[in-house]
């Protein structure tokens, strides 16, 4: 079946610019998962919905990034006045939360990535 | 301090090995602990999960977890040129209902390279 889709898969940009990094989840899936990750490191929470809003976002660096999912599906991360140091791959996760009576495990996963460079 | 931390090698060994890979973590609220590989370009891919102390066997792999001492391991025995990729532990905090929390911290990553 098909997994987590990212859009783009690569984005280059200005300083200052806006970009928007779009993620398709696992159909069924009401867990979703941002994750950034730098250049030889391991992902880095950003923020994580359930539903359609957001229930930890405390991964956020700061007020210019944000992200939605108005649905409940599809989710879209919004970067304002980017800086280069936004460059790193930006990491979409889903995954299926199961009730109290079912499996404990909820594997998370993830999509290839977008690889934003920001100039 | 990072809350959870992964040497970065990178590894190499030859093509039948036994590798250890390990992680320390200070935050006593870790309760899920995963291993995922990571091939170049491509996304996480699970690899093990494991909720307790004590080890755990699939395959190749085994997973080892010590809460009382923090550390966590996973070993692949017989190891293929294809199990080269960076390999990146993973930990939650226990949410609501006794499940994992969303939230994973990851470990920075170790490079492996199985060479025939």
């Known amino acids: 079946g098909a997994g987590v889709s990212q859009t783009p898969s690569n984005k280059v940009t200005e300083k200052g610019k806006y970009v928007e990094l779009r993620c398709d989840p696992i159909s069924g899936h009401t867990a979703l998962y941002w994750y950034r990750q730098s250049l030889g490191q391991g992902p880095e929470f950003l923020i994580y919905f359930q539903g359609t809003g957001a229930a930890d976002d405390s991964g956020l660096p700061n007020d210019r990034f944000f992200a939605v999912r108005p649905e409940g599906s599809v989710s879209t991360l919004k970067i304002q006045r980017t800086e280069r140091g936004d460059s790193a791959v930006y990491l979409c996760?889903?995954?299926?939360?199961?009730?109290?009576?079912?499996?404990?495990?909820?594997?998370?996963?993830f999509g290839p990535g977008t690889r934003l460079l920001v100039l | 301090q990072k809350e959870v931390e992964q040497d970065p090698g990178p590894l190499s060994v030859p093509e039948g090995a036994i590798v250890s890979l390990n992680c320390t973590y200070s935050?006593?609220?870790?309760?899920?602990f995963m291993w995922y590989r990571q091939y170049s370009r491509k996304g996480p891919e699970l690899l093990m999960y494991t909720y307790s102390s004590g080890n755990k066997e699939d395959g190749r792999f085994t997973a080892q977890v010590d809460k009382s001492s923090k550390y966590i391991s996973l070993f692949i025995r017989d190891s293929q040129p294809s199990d080269s990729a960076t390999y990146l532990c993973?930990?939650?905090?226990?949410?609501?209902?006794?499940?994992?929390?969303?939230?994973?911290?990851f470990g920075q990553g170790t490079i492996l390279t199985v060479h025939p």
């Open positions: 996760a889903s995954s299926f939360q199961m009730g109290l009576a079912g499996a404990l495990q909820e594997t998370q996963y």
């Open positions: 993973a930990m939650s905090a226990a949410g609501a209902g006794g499940t994992s929390y969303g939230k994973l911290t």
């Open positions: 935050n006593s609220a870790f309760q899920y």
